[in-house]
């Protein structure tokens, strides 16, 4: 899923840079170039029906490759930015074991009271990522949803780097790249 602001190409990019062949990449596109109007960290009410629409986009996606024969053990769900945000918050609500979660730059959507419990995500693998100073994903907010979504069962990576821009790391293509070879690997 990509950012605010920014085309699906984005992602296309990404799935460009993991190098993957036979990986069969799906990429939502947000209506308006946002999934949701406010910023990640605001009540959940004022970013809806976005976040709803936003959710329901998610998870047309993952329905789309279950009935082509990939189960949910075998998909990976990857964002950057608001996306990243939108690929966490989609995995708590739909606690199951995934091939992966991979939030680049992201944490789970919601104030602080808000902030989605999952059960169930046995052992998902789940990448999770900020830098230090980062405007738009603060890093006391991965890190916290770092520790719940471990305690809701995800395999957590939590990587918070050096202040930089925001943007995707080589370090966090590496990461996908690996997480994905290990779902599709028979």
């Known amino acids: 899923m990509h950012g605010r602001g920014a085309w699906p190409e984005t992602m296309l990019d990404l799935a460009v840079r993991l190098a993957l062949d036979d990986v069969h990449v799906l990429v939502p596109v947000a209506a308006g170039r946002t999934w949701y109007p406010q910023r990640f960290t605001a ?3 004022e970013n809806e029906p976005w976040l709803s629409h936003a959710l329901e986009a998610v998870d ?3 329905q ?8 949910a053990e075998r998909v990976v769900l990857a964002g950057f930015s608001q996306g990243g945000c939108l690929a966490l918050e989609y995995a708590a609500r739909h606690a199951r074991r995934y ?10 959507i919601g104030d602080d009271s808000e902030l989605t419990h999952p059960q169930g995500l046995d ?5 999770i990522t900020t830098a230090e100073g980062d405007e738009w ?3 006391g907010r991965t890190e916290d949803s770092a520790r719940i979504l471990a305690a809701g069962g995800a395999d957590v990576d939590l990587r918070v780097f050096e202040p930089g821009p ?9 990461a996908v790249r690996a997480m994905i070879r290990a779902v599709s690997t028979p």
């Open 137 to 139: 994903v603060p890093p």
């Open 64 to 71: 789309r490759l279950a009935g082509a024969g990939r189960p």
């Open 99 to 108: 091939g992966g979660v991979a939030a680049l730059t992201g944490g789970l």
């Open 123 to 127: 052992g998902t693998p789940l990448l």
């Open 43 to 45: 009540p959940v009410a």
């Open 60 to 62: 047309a996606a993952v």
């Open 166 to 174: 925001h943007a995707i790391r080589p370090q966090e293509v590496d």
